[in-house]
């Protein structure tokens, strides 16, 4: 019978070169169909494979993955390739066949790079990331690998909150915006290049002269006896920061973010996406984004057009992207300025208390028939707890204004499980709802046409680095149970939508989101292991509720503090504090001497 093992082993090959061919051919349709790819020889250069860990779909759709590609490859000495996790045909075949995972430019393997870099901007793509690393060949966990592997290392918002699941994973994080760090990392690796230093030796160096540079690895976790935290240490005298300082880009000097390659197979297939701020002053206790980006900064009106010269010829639609657009401080000289160019204007965020009349034109002129608005909570009180100072009136307004100048749909968004959430504030939800239909009949009456109301309702998830680090998850069934009553009261009424997230999806962001180092054992079981995440949560020697259902001691140490983001811990707890007694608080100023949070003291 042996002559079953070269029959096996040429089938072995025969399937390999098969589903190898049937990757690139994917990979070549995409890149025949987009416009500002980079291409470049591999010669005497570093190779960095820049990798999303979801779909092309969604990656190609991520202003941040697009303007990192662009970054890395301005470099005349740097190679930067994309990787993305593969498409839903292709993965069973690689999961048989790990070590094929291609990057798309030149359709190499991942092992060929010095450099694997993932950018990570949802905590619901960690697994993406650790199955990622099985799918490519190399060892998952980085005490695994070896000088011949390439280096590791993660960057993006869901990093910079909390990093520590994926600690066992990756070799560093890059703890910081893009802009200020990545330059000191390519050089520092231009200038060990070539020397045959051990893994840990390697990442010791990087950790010391990178700032921000984190590598899990050389920091040691301490647990008490209920299995809290004790102290989060180096693990050796090796001149290491306890903690790793968040580095923050310095806009008046860099770029705008802005689209590189333009595809249409994605989400914004013929619209040039640009960044025109970063970080939002409302001070909003959920959002993290408005804490870690702090301070708020704002690329000029000039520096936006000038970066759009010549694009919109080629590309009329544009998109201005920020947490908050309309609290631009000249976004209404940008838009008219846009306008007179021959640009048709989108938002990826408006405020319902800040739609001016150049915005509103924009609006108008682009044709759009969609737009969303976030008043978050039904009631005021809710929304006072959250800090969403948005009233009743100016929701209504800002209805009014949409639907007077042809927008047909609306979007509202909504979160349930907020803290000290009621059911007089799911009723509001309704209520709210049921007014914003009326308004839209109000205005709609005698057109040809009536638009629909969706709501997005969304499962709250408490943040790192906010003032609701400290409250617990709602929980899986209170969450349906309290949708499912929303459902309810609204399925009668006449073109109004209701779609909700899956609760348990959250549970598993929650745990991500608040988990220490321990919680990469789940990761492993689902994303190695091949198990089911209710099935990870059986096998795993951890109660996954004692990160996502418990409230948190005021003292008591977070995984994520072993990054310094500026922000005082105090200011935090006593916006905690604040909520729970329903007060809002002002934004920030917009001259940037507040001495509140401390991100902006001397």
Known sequence: MGFLSPLYKWCAER?????????????????????????????????????????????????????????????????????????????????LNPGHLLSVESQRPIQDFHLLAFSIPFENDYAHVVEMLCLAGIPPQGRKRGVSHPLVVAGGVAVFLNPEPLADFLDGMLIGEAEAIVPDLLQCLHTHTGERRARQDLLAVLAREVKGFYAPSLY???????GTINRVEPSS??????????????????????????????????????????????????CAAGFVYRPVRYHSAEKLVAALNGKIVDTPRVGLVSAAVSDHPEISLLCQDLMDRGATLSFSSLRADAIDPRVRA??????????????????????????????????????????????????????????????DDLQAIVDLAKGIKHHVLKISRGKQRIGSITLSIHSFVPKAFTPFQWVPFCGVQELKKRGKWIQRELQKLPNVRVHFDLPKWAYVQALLARGDRRAGAFLEKTAVGGLSW??????????????????????????WEIIDHGIRRDFLWEEYQRALQEKSTRPCPADGKCRRCGVCEP
């Open 15 to 95: 399937l390999n070169q098969v589903m190898s061919w049937r990757l690139k051919q994917r990979q070549k349709n995409w890149l025949a169909q987009e416009k500002g790819t980079i291409v470049k020889d591999w010669g005497g250069k570093l190779c960095v494979a820049l990798a999303f860990p979801n779909r092309y779909v969604v990656g190609m759709s991520n202003l941040g993955f697009q303007s990192v590609y662009g970054l890395l490859n301005e470099h005349a000495n740097i190679v930067c390739e994309r990787v993305f996790y593969p498409e839903t045909e292709d993965l069973k075949e690689l999961q």
């Open 220 to 226: 040691q976790v301490s647990y008490r006896a209920d």
């Open 237 to 286: 005298d090796n001149d290491l920061p306890e903690r790793i300082v968040y580095r923050r880009g310095d806009l008046t000097r860099s770029s705008p973010c802005r689209s590189v390659i333009l595809t249409p197979n994605t989400e914004f297939s013929s619209v040039h996406l640009i960044e025109i701020g970063r970080g939002c002053g409302r001070g909003c206790r959920f």
């Open 362 to 423: 924009a609006l108008e002129s682009g044709g759009r028939q969609a737009v969303a608005i976030a008043p978050e909570a039904g009631s005021e009180r809710l929304r006072r707890v959250i800090n969403k100072n948005l009233s009743l009136e100016e929701i209504y307004a800002a209805v009014e204004t949409l639907t007077g100048i042809g927008i047909l749909h609306l979007k509202l968004y909504f979160m349930i499980g907020l803290p000290t959430e009621n059911l």
């Open 534 to 559: 209710s099935q990870a949560m059986k096998a795993v020697p951890f109660n996954p509720d004692f990160w996502v259902m418990r409230e948190r001691e005021h003292d008591e140490v977070f995984p």
